[in-house]
């Protein structure tokens, strides 16, 4: 922390004076924020060792990087081909023992400005490699630990959406031990609504879907979470259209029609995150489209919106219902 705060000292004082009317403040916070993305660097370079001593004795660990499509709002620009992509960086997982082909996961990380955290995420991965998955954990655009400009690239529910099915794509064209026609896509929370948006817009590409706690309305997040939380969204409206119908455009419940892969939702009643009311919206569409899915609803479970992710039996029995949906579709070497 005494690092910390010389350093920030040392930018605040570095920085020349202009005028008398420099407003401090906004200095002051823009060196917070310069400190703030620096901090995220490094717990994401420290998270990124932390994932191979955590599962290097199942799985070789790659740390990769590939393009997504060009930031929203700049595809008319006239640049060069590619030269606007936006570069994203991934984990992929491969077991050292493995049949010839073997099926892939699309592991889609949860929170706005997240990215793939061994501490909560590692024993997911690990099941699905000792099953005899390939895993890609793409952090798409707006994820933390790649700086200020990574961040503010954030297209929550949009791009973010493409630059996982990119993943995807660069997996298993790069890894031949993969077969494109066993692949699967799960995440939970903002990872669930990108899960659930990938195999609405691609559905031939994905022959299993997992949505864990989904981020389901945004109209109905926003009207809990208010103001604030909606900054977090940086969501552009299109030209003649509100913000609220933007909303509506990219939430899962309003594109159940859309599902063609099979599905299994997960929700637990005392999610003060994505309460069951919200995911109820996402059921009841997909009921009211005649789509086939499975869902369980967990009453109370401990932990709330991180119940099956803990080492708790109820989690590991949760986990379990999962690879058992996921094994029927993808048909693993082990399970």
């Not at 010839?100 to 490699?129: C, K, M, T, W, Y």
């Not at 077969?179 to 659930?196: E, F, P, Q």
């Not at 609220?244 to 599905?263: D, F, G, V, W």
Request: one cysteine or more; proline letters at 5%.
């Amino acid at each position: 922390m005494n690092f910390f705060r010389a350093a920030v000292l040392f930018l605040l004082f570095s920085i020349p004076a202009r005028s008398e009317t420099d407003d401090v403040t906004n200095r002051i916070h823009a060196v917070e924020q310069s400190m703030a993305h620096l901090d995220a660097n490094l717990t994401r370079q420290m998270n990124e060792l932390l994932w191979v001593q955590r599962l290097s004795d199942i799985a070789s660990v790659d740390h990769v990087r590939f393009t997504g499509p060009p930031p929203a709002g700049t595809n008319g620009l006239p640049v060069a081909a590619g030269s606007n992509d936006v570069v994203i960086s991934a984990l992929c997982f491969l077991p050292r023992k493995r049949s010839q082909r073997i099926p892939l996961i699309v592991f889609v990380h949860g929170e706005i400005h997240g990215n793939a955290v061994s501490d909560e995420d590692s024993q997911v991965v690990r099941e699905l490699v000792e099953q005899g998955y390939g895993v890609i954990a793409p952090d798409y655009r707006g994820s933390s630990g790649y700086g200020a400009d990574f961040w503010n690239l954030i297209d929550y529910g949009g791009l973010e959406v493409e630059d996982v099915e990119a993943a995807r794509e660069f997996a298993l064209q790069h890894y031949p031990v993969l077969d494109s026609r066993r692949v699967g896509i799960i995440g939970w929370s903002h990872g669930g609504l990108i899960a659930l948006l990938a195999v609405f817009a691609h559905p031939q590409n994905y022959q299993a879907c997992y949505a864990g706690m989904p981020v389901s309305d945004l109209e109905e997040r926003i009207r809990i979470r208010g103001k604030d939380y909606e900054k977090l969204l940086s969501i552009p409206s299109e030209a003649g259209k509100s913000a609220s119908e933007e909303y509506r455009r990219r939430a899962p419940s309003q594109n159940a029609k859309k599902l063609k892969t099979p599905l299994l939702i997960h929700a637990n009643t005392n999610d003060e995150d994505v309460t069951w009311r919200e995911i109820q919206k996402l059921i009841a569409a997909l009921r009211a489209a005649n789509k086939p899915f499975q869902y369980t609803v967990y009453t109370n479970a401990p932990g709330g919106h991180m119940f099956n992710r803990l080492d708790t039996n109820l989690a590991h029995d949760s986990r379990k219902e999962i690879w058992r949906f996921l094994a029927k579709h993808l048909r693993p070497s082990i399970w």
